[in-house]
């Protein structure tokens, strides 16, 4: 197996449980086994019938920016982590050391970017939900 492979191998295992718990802590409402009529379809109801929730598409779509961005935090730390256990087990060669320096100043940049892209985003959608209230 190279070590490539088993870099990805590693990051996958460290990922998707985080991504796995994380979505998991959302309270999502399931849809009871309800039936619906036919003139109750597109009434008022329908959200409630259905368990969608009633949020302005705004927001919503607001939410679901920031959950991206906390994803890509995740991924961003994962790579920090991965470069300093590279350095660690390094051994003193100096192009793993050199490598691991490379991963870590990437996963650093990286979460600079995240973080100032999640600043911007949450700005501009407060400020268009602010506006158009």
Known sequence: MTKTLTMFAISLLVVFPLLGGVALSYNV??????????????????????????????????????????????IAVVIV??????????????????????????????LAIILAAYAITSFVIESILTASA
């Open 81 to 110: 982590l991965l470069g300093g256990f590279k350095w660690m087990t390094a051994s003193g060669n100096e192009d793993k050391v050199s490598d691991a320096k490379k991963m870590l100043i990437a996963g650093i940049i990286g």
């Open 29 to 74: 409402p399931v849809a009871g086994a309800q039936q619906l009529d036919s003139e109750d379809f597109f009434g008022d109801d329908f959200t409630d019938s259905t368990g969608l929730g009633q949020a302005d598409l705004k927001s919503t779509i607001g939410n679901l920016i920031r959950v991206f961005l906390g994803f890509l935090g995740v």
